[in-house]
Nanobody
Framework: QVQLVESGGGLVQAGGSLRLSCAAS???????MGWYRQVPGKRRELVAD???????TYADSVKGRFTISRDNAKNTVYLQMNSLKPEDTAVYYC??????????WGPGTQVTVSS
């Protein structure tokens, strides 16, 4: 099993920044970590993910504003979110797995961007 602990969500004004962190622990092999988000009534969507070896994927809606990074020594993934918009408001979930097949999920952290 893999346990994921998220931190860093909160309330911010439009144009502001937040940094999400997610620390993974456990015995399963993982090589991919990422962030998804979900708003009520909509399906969960990929925000960004990173696979060991360097492949990074971003949703078009966050390209140029969000940056994902990973500290392999700490098994932690970060999401730096800049120039936040009200439409970025969602519950953000950390995910971990193998080759973008995500079997492990964090409990979610709320991000609210006020206009």
């Amino acid at each position: 099993q893999v346990q994921l602990v998220e931190s860093g969500g909160g309330l911010v004004q439009a144009g502001g920044s937040l940094r999400l962190s997610c620390a993974a622990s456990g015995s399963r092999l993982i090589n991919a970590m990422g962030w998804y988000r979900q708003v009520p009534g909509k399906r969960r969507e990929l925000v960004a993910d990173i696979i060991t070896g360097g492949r990074i994927t971003y949703a078009d809606s966050v390209k140029g504003r969000f940056t994902i990074s990973r500290d392999n020594a700490k098994n932690t993934v970060y999401l730096q979110m800049n120039s936040l918009k009200p439409e970025d408001t969602a519950v953000y979930y950390c995910a971990a797995g193998f080759m973008s097949s995500y079997a492990y999920w964090g409990p979610g952290t709320q991000v609210t961007v006020s206009s």
